[in-house]
C-alpha cells in the first residue's frame, strides 16, 4: 500500500485500484472541533478536483476535493455518529470515502510523505 | 504571509496571545486570537468557569460636555438623557435613513459618556459621530486603552480574588455591580473601568485597562484556577447561543431595528418623541409591521448552516437568508439567525433552508437559544 499527499491536505492510501481519502492530521489542527462530515454518495463519480465532501467545524465549511477521479464505492458510516474520529484519528479511522481509481497516472501529482512533510513545513 | 496581513494592526496583547499558544487570524484589521485549545472546549469552559476574553479592538469613545446625552439621542433610539450614572444601555447608532450603522453600550460614568462600539466600524462611527454632534460635545477615542472581558459562571469568583478597589473607599467593589452596571476601579494603583456586561449570555466583567498595563491584568487573572484564555471562535459561538446578533452579518446599514428583532432598544419615551435619525421608517415597522424578521433557527439533523444559505419556500424561490449559523456546544446540534417572511416568524414554524443544492429542514426557535444567566439587580 503507498499513500499519497495533496496540498489540499488530503491523504490517498492506494491498494491495488482502489484509493482511500482523507484528511491530514494537520488539517483537523487547522480545522479544530469537527462536528460533522457530508460525504459523497456511493456511486457517484469523482471527477479529480470535484468537490468531494465538506468538513463542518464549529465555526465554518470547509470543501474536501477529490484528489484523484474514480466511483465512489464505500463511505465512512462511522462519520454520521461519530464526526469527531477525523480529530482524534484523522489518517486511520476518520477515513472519507474510497474510490475505483479512475486514471492511475493521477497520481503523479500527489505528494509522498517526505515532501508532504517538508510541503507542511514551509507553511 | 499576504500583503493583507502584513497591513494588520497588532493589539498591545497580541504576543501575549502568541506566548499561550493563541492561532492569531486577522480580524477587523488586527491581528487576533481565533482560538487556544480549541472552540469547543473554550465555549464549554466560559459556560462553565470562566473565559479571558481580549477584545481590545472594540472602538472605547468618551462623549464630554453638555447635551452629550441629548445630541446623541438624534441618532439612536435609546434613553440615554435618563440614564443614571452607574447605568449602561445597548442602543443603536442609525443612519439618517434609520438603518443600523453599528450597535453599542452607552455609559453613564457621572462626569461623561463612555462608548464601546464594533472594531471593524469604528472609525466610521468617530466620523458619523464627529459629523452629526454638536461643537459643544467632545468625542475623545481611547486608543490607550486595552479591554478585557471576563465571562461565565465564576466570573465574579475570579475577579473578587484580584484585590480590585473601589475607585473612592465608600464605593461599590466589582461584585457588588449588576448587569448593565459600570464603575470606576484601582488596581494596584491602576485606574480601572469595569461594566458587569458581555457578549456571551452569562454573568461577567468588562474590564479597560490602560494598554500599558493590559499584560499585568490579564496575566493576574490568568494566574487563576477559574480561568482560562477564550479566543474569537467560542466568542461567536457563544454569542450565537445567547441570541446576540453580531453586526455586519445579523444587522447592518440595509436593515431597520424592528425587522432586526430589536424593537427593545426603541424605548418607550423615544418612540413618542420620535426625534432620532430615520424615525419615521423605523417607527412604520412598529411593532409589528415589518416584512420580515430576524429570527433563531433550530437545524434538523447534525449539519450547520451557514451565513448566506437561502431560505426557500415550496417552489424552490428564495425567500430569507442566513445571516449566521454553527453547532451549538452545549446543546450539541446545529443552530441560526436568519431573516424571514413575518408570516413565517412564529416559534415553532417549519422552515426549508437550501445549501450546497441541499435542501435542510429547520424550525423557528425562541432565543436565547441557552438561558442567559446574567446578575441582574433584583425586582424591588
Not at chain 2, 157 to 184: C, N, R, S
Not at chain 2, 213 to 220: C, D, P
Amino acid at each position: 500500500m503507498s499513500r499519497y499527499y495533496t496540498d489540499e491536505h488530503e491523504w490517498v492510501d492506494v491498494e491495488g485500484d482502489t484509493a482511500t481519502v482523507g484528511i491530514t492530521d494537520y488539517a483537523q489542527e487547522q480545522l479544530g472541533d469537527i462536528v460533522f462530515v457530508e460525504v459523497p454518495d456511493v456511486g457517484t463519480e469523482l471527477g479529480q478536483g470535484d468537490d468531494a465532501a465538506v468538513v463542518e467545524s464549529v465555526k465554518a465549511a470547509s470543501d474536501v476535493y477529490a484528489a484523484v477521479s474514480g466511483e465512489v464505492i464505500e463511505v465512512n458510516e462511522m462519520l454520521e455518529d461519530e464526526p469527531g474520529l477525523v480529530n482524534s484519528s484523522a489518517e486511520e479511522d476518520g477515513w472519507f470515502f474510497r474510490l475505483t481509481l479512475a486514471d492511475k497516472d493521477e497520481l503523479d501529482d500527489l505528494m509522498d510523505e517526505k515532501a508532504y512533510k517538508a510541503f507542511v513545513d514551509g507553511l | 504571509m499576504s500583503d493583507n496581513e502584513e497591513n494588520l494592526k497588532q493589539l498591545p496583547l497580541g504576543d501575549w496571545h502568541r506566548g499561550l499558544g493563541a492561532r492569531m487570524v486577522p480580524f477587523a484589521g488586527y491581528q487576533m486570537p481565533v482560538q487556544y485549545e480549541g472552540v469547543m472546549a473554550e465555549h464549554i469552559w466560559t459556560r462553565t468557569e470562566a473565559g479571558l476574553f481580549d477584545v481590545s479592538h472594540m472602538g472605547q469613545l468618551q462623549l464630554t460636555g453638555d447635551g452629550a446625552a441629548d445630541a446623541l439621542e438624534r441618532i439612536t433610539p435609546g434613553n440615554l438623557s435618563a440614564l443614571a450614572a452607574g447605568k449602561i444601555r445597548y442602543t443603536l447608532l442609525l443612519a439618517q435613513d434609520g438603518g443600523i450603522l453599528d450597535d453599542l453600550m452607552v455609559t453613564n460614568t457621572g462626569h461623561n459618556l463612555y462608548l464601546v462600539v464594533n472594531g471593524a466600524t469604528k472609525y466610521d462611527d468617530i466620523a458619523y459621530l464627529r459629523e452629526q454632534l454638536p461643537d459643544s460635545v467632545t468625542l475623545n477615542h481611547l486608543e490607550d486603552a486595552a479591554l478585557l472581558a471576563l465571562q461565565g459562571p465564576k466570573a465574579a469568583e475570579a475577579i473578587a480574588k484580584l484585590g480590585i478597589d473601589p475607585h473612592e473607599p465608600d464605593w461599590p467593589e466589582p461584585t457588588d455591580l449588576y448587569f448593565m452596571e459600570a464603575g470606576p476601579f484601582l488596581w494596584r494603583g491602576i485606574p480601572l473601568g469595569i461594566s458587569r456586561s458581555g457578549y456571551t449570555g452569562e454573568d461577567g466583567f468588562e474590564i479597560s485597562v490602560p494598554s500599558e498595563h493590559a499584560e499585568t491584568l490579564a496575566s493576574a487573572l490568568m494566574e487563576l484556577e477559574e480561568v482560562r484564555p477564550i479566543g474569537l471562535g467560542a466568542r461567536d459561538s457563544l454569542r450565537l447561543e445567547a441570541g446576540l446578533p453580531l453586526y455586519g452579518h445579523d444587522m447592518g446599514p440595509g436593515l431597520l431595528p424592528v425587522e432586526a428583532n430589536l424593537s427593545f432598544a426603541l424605548s418607550k419615551v423615544r418612540r413618542e418623541e420620535g426625534n432620532f435619525a430615520g424615525a419615521e421608517r423605523v417607527l412604520a415597522q412598529y411593532p409589528d409591521k415589518a416584512a420580515k424578521k430576524r429570527v433563531g433557527l433550530f437545524v434538523d439533523g447534525r449539519q450547520p448552516v451557514r451565513e448566506g444559505a437561502t431560505i426557500v419556500d415550496d417552489t424552490g424561490a428564495s425567500i430569507g437568508v442566513v445571516t449566521s449559523g454553527g453547532f451549538s456546544p452545549t446543546l450539541q446540534r446545529p443552530i441560526a439567525m436568519a431573516y424571514v417572511p413575518m408570516d413565517l416568524s412564529e416559534t415553532g414554524t417549519a422552515i426549508a433552508v437550501e445549501q450546497r443544492g441541499k435542501k435542510i429542514a429547520c424550525t423557528v426557535a425562541d432565543m436565547p437559544f441557552v438561558k442567559h444567566h446574567y446578575h441582574r439587580k433584583p425586582k424591588q
